[in-house]
């Protein structure tokens, strides 16, 4: 589940990734000789790996379960290199710049910017052959759908890196067509004898209510009636967009049912949207901190219970899986205009492994590497595991029939559980293995239903803007102009639900999506998108 970060640090870090070519790594392991590797080895030996996992995991990867197990099945040590999240990037990225390369790094984080030149300078090889010699599992995953394959491969022809594929759904019933859901305080409406907002100006009614009538009954003002986090993903407003056209999301792009990739943040339905949002900014009933607070100060008001309505793709990491609040419908704007914007997310990271030039032992990494592909292990690589002892399960096995079924979470944030026993990793789950392989989790299976019942109904478009492998040159000049293009629309974005002057300063912003390249970044991705669906 945000996802403009990537594209912000191609060029910053893009001087360090020219400078890994070297080959030679006292970081990678010896040759050891295998062929025709069989598991389990019949004498183990060591890869070495580099990995980012979170805070909350164990600072040795290999206290997990799920890699013991697999240490235990295939006779494989893997000797990490594990960093946090927040200094992956930059460890990653010297180890690469010294030539201390490991035999692979996993939870690579690699944009396809970076993929392409780590593989142009040699620092990362071409997995195409491996996986037709040494990989039956993920074989399987291509053919029985060949459109990964597609997306997966470079322009130049080549796989250079191993996917995480995650289905949960498809097409607008994808659990990825909406991340910003509006949850709204339910306990608030009923106490105040509201009904739910069916459109925006009962919305802004509501939240003046919310503001004005005390509804927590503490004889304070301490309610919020609305918070987000500005340009966050799941968190930012952008839900309300649809009310005043074709909406936003978080990279501002749509395709229309006849195939036109349209700019969101330029469309006068944004700036209506924006107008909305300013009005209510006037009247107080925005959150104050919502245009600088982090993550963990949103949810510290979530759980305080402070909010009447905000945003973000799961209510349980927030407010908890409660009654108290509830998904709000779309609304109808001020033409009537009812429209849920679909996002551009799918379940797919192109760059979640890359094997280095300094691996020796391709076939052994193959195959192990293929073993994160059997349905069951991808699994338990994506949520969690059974049987441990010492922590809370995601899954209990059933050993009748070999299907892992998700266990309640008992009031456990699902992220946090997730974090402390997942590995990530590259893997795939197709919808095919739901009621064979697995159930689908309890708040996946909740979510998809609200999509279904509630979204679904009103999402006008057919189409998302998939994600197309764009070529170097392509993405050297795509992220050119991202990078200033995408900082100013979101910095005015800011500027104008606070200082409510998009109206009067709306012409000269064109102009100057028009200077920072806006014209040809929509000739490259219209381009892009006929090319991959001709």
């Known amino acids: ?27 990678a392991s010896k040759d050891y000789g295998l062929k025709n590797v069989t598991f389990p080895l019949k004498e ?79 620092t990362i090889i071409p997995v195409d052959d491996l996986i037709e010699k040494y990989m039956p599992n993920f074989k399987r995953v291509l053919e029985k759908r060949p459109e990964y394959r597609k997306l997966i491969t470079a322009p130049d022809g080549h796989i250079y890196a191993f996917p995480w594929i995650e289905e949960l759904g498809s097409g607008k019933e994808s659990i990825h067509s909406v991340d910003c859901f509006p949850w709204i ?32 009954g503490n004889g304070k003002a301490d309610e919020i009636p609305m918070s987000f ?19 936003d999301n978080w990279d501002h792009t749509v395709v229309t049912n006849d195939g036109k990739v349209v700019f969101t943040a330029a469309q006068e339905g944004y700036k209506e949207a924006i107008k909305y949002l300013s009005e209510l900014y006037k009247e107080g009933l925005i959150d104050e901190e919502a245009f600088e607070q982090d993550f963990n100060t949103y949810v510290a008001k979530g759980k305080a219970g402070r909010y009447g309505l905000y945003f973000t793709w799961d209510k349980a990491n927030i407010t908890g899986m409660n009654d108290k609040y509830d998904l709000m419908p ?30 020796k032992n391709l076939e052994l990494t193959a195959k192990w590497i293929d073993q994160l592909y059997e349905p069951s292990q991808s699994v338990q690589n994506n949520w969690g595991t059974y049987g441990d002892t010492k922590q809370q399960n995601i899954f209990e096995l059933d050993k009748k029939t070999g299907m892992l079924k998700h266990l309640p979470l008992n009031g456990t944030a699902p992220l946090e559980l997730r974090e ?23 708040d996946a299976a909740w979510r998809l239903d609200l999509m279904k019942k509630v979204m679904v109904p009103h999402m006008k478009a057919d189409n998302i803007y998939p994600k197309i492998f764009f070529s170097l040159d392509e993405l050297k000049e795509l992220s050119k102009i991202e990078t200033d293009l995408f900082s100013y629309v979101n910095r005015k974005r800011a500027e104008w639900i606070k200082n409510g002057k998009v109206e009067e300063e709306w012409p000269e912003y064109l102009a100057e999506l028009k200077r920072l390249g806006l014209n040809r970044w929509l000739e490259i991705k219209q381009s892009g998108y006929d090319r991959f669906y001709k």
């Open 1 to 27: 589940m945000g996802k403009i970060r990537k594209i912000m640090s191609i060029f910053i870090v893009s001087g360090l990734l020219i400078a890994g070519c070297s080959k030679e790594s006292s970081s």
């Open 44 to 122: 183990k030996v060591t890869l070495k790996f580099m990995i980012q996992s979170s805070p909350l995991a164990p600072k040795d990867p290999n206290d997990k379960l799920i890699f013991k197990r697999l240490e235990k099945k295939t006779n494989v040590h893997i000797e990490w290199t594990n960093y946090t999240y927040d200094s992956f990037a930059e460890k990653r990225n010297l180890a690469i710049a010294s030539g201390e390369l490991p035999d692979a790094i996993f939870n690579a984080g690699l944009s396809d910017y970076e993929l392409l030149k780590l593989a142009a300078d040699g």
């Open 185 to 216: 305080n339910v306990e608030w409406l009923k106490k105040l004898g509201l009904k739910m907002p069916k459109t925006t100006e009962e919305l802004k009614k509501v939240l003046i209510a919310f503001k004005t009538q005390d509804p927590n």
């Open 229 to 247: 986090i500005i340009n966050h993903g799941g968190e930012d407003p952008a839900f309300l967009f649809g009310s005043f056209g074709l909406g």
């Open 330 to 359: 779309p609304l109808a704007g001020p033409t009537g205009e009812i429209n849920v914007t679909r996002t551009n997310g799918m379940g797919l990271d192109r760059g979640r492994m890359v094997i280095t030039s300094a691996n």
């Open 420 to 442: 402390k026993t997942s590995v990530g990793g590259p893997l795939a789950i197709l919808d095919e293995y739901y009621g064979k392989v697995t159930t689908k989790p309890d």
